[in-house]
């Protein structure tokens, strides 16, 4: 069965420090890899997706993400935090329902909080 | 461009009152449409999806319903609330060859007191 497992809870860093969250998945096929960011009270944004081609997918807000195939991992990433990026971010790996609509399967998300 | 749109903002029922989620996707034809359900602090469940006009599957049994009367449109409801669907409740879509790649509403947060 198709997992995500994000194994930090909550990540605190400093702002204009890097930053790393962590995600693993299984999935039996070739996945495709997203993550979202949910902002207080607020709906899920997409922040970058995996599915092919270069390992390393750049998103937006200077995100980017690194698809290691050995390792089942998909770890976000980013060079200079901000503030603003304080949020809950959720890992999530696709399952198709073969061709009925597909299915994302969520990690249980990594609350970010930024030091300023 | 695509908008998503989901009603209401936020509610506040009783147990055992009915309740009737929506949310209409603009901009898109023919969308498949998916209801996600979190509980507060929690990961995001999917409770049903639709490819088409009338066709509603259901993914977890949460004494919930939807449908899809319209093309853009896909309601969320039960006859009676209980105390477990309070959360916030996504509406998402997304289309063939997008690399299943889905977009969220901005949610309906539930408070059943």
């Known amino acids: 069965a198709q997992s995500v497992t994000q194994p930090d809870a909550r990540v605190t860093v400093s702002e204009g420090a890097s930053l790393q969250l962590r995600c693993k998945y299984s999935?039996?096929?070739?996945?495709?890899l997203f993550w979202y960011v949910q902002y207080p009270r607020q709906g899920l944004q997409l922040l970058l997706k995996?599915?092919?081609?270069?390992?390393v997918v750049q998103g937006v807000n200077g995100f980017e993400a690194e698809f290691i195939k050995s390792n089942s991992s998909f770890h976000l990433r980013k060079a200079s935090v901000h503030w603003s990026d304080s949020a809950v971010y959720f890992c999530?790996?696709?399952?198709?329902?073969?061709?009925?609509?597909?299915?994302?399967?969520f990690g249980i998300g990594t609350l970010l909080s930024v030091k300023p | 461009a695509q908008t998503i749109h989901q009603w209401p903002v936020a509610e506040i029922k009783a147990v055992g009152s009915p309740l009737s989620l929506g949310c209409t996707i603009k901009g898109k034809s023919s969308p498949n449409l998916y209801w996600y359900w979190q509980a507060t602090g929690g990961t995001l469940q999917q409770l049903f999806y639709?490819?088409?006009?009338?066709?509603v599957e259901s993914v977890v049994q949460l004494n919930l319903s939807a449908s899809r009367p319209k093309d853009d449109q896909f309601i969320l409801s039960t006859e009676k609330l209980l105390l477990s669907h309070s959360g916030f409740y996504l509406c998402a879509w997304s289309l063939w060859g997008s690399q299943n790649t889905l977009y969220f509403g901005a949610g309906t947060r539930l408070s059943v007191l």
């Open positions: 639709s490819i088409t006009v009338g066709q």
């Open positions: 995996y599915y092919s081609g270069d390992p």
């Open positions: 999935y039996s096929g070739t996945p495709y």
């Open positions: 999530a790996v696709s399952a198709n329902y073969g061709s009925s609509g597909n299915k994302l399967i």
